[in-house]
């Protein structure tokens, strides 16, 4: 049996981060594909949850930036509590 080939320097990356944010003015699934489509923008987002019933929206990535991040809920029509 071969080995697994090693990926090229760059392809295993460093630790993931999550973060999440309550947007206590999500209440449907639209509101949830906008916040989503925004935020899969910011650079280092690897993906995004965003739970409707209970209004977190869940990112995961890395070097993630609270800042961008925000800016990209606000840019959606919504505010991170």
């Not at 973060?19 to 899969?40: D, L, N, Q």
């Amino acid at each position: 049996m071969n080995p697994s080939p090693v990926p090229p320097s760059g392809i295993l990356s460093g630790m993931t981060e999550t973060v999440t944010y309550r947007v206590p003015k999500i209440h449907c699934a639209h509101c949830g594909a906008s916040i989503k489509e925004e935020v899969s923008e910011v650079a280092g987002v690897g993906s995004v949850e965003v739970d409707v019933d209970t209004r977190v929206v869940t990112i995961h990535g890395e070097s993630l930036d609270d800042t961008a991040l925000r800016a990209a809920i606000a840019e959606a029509g919504y505010e991170a509590a």
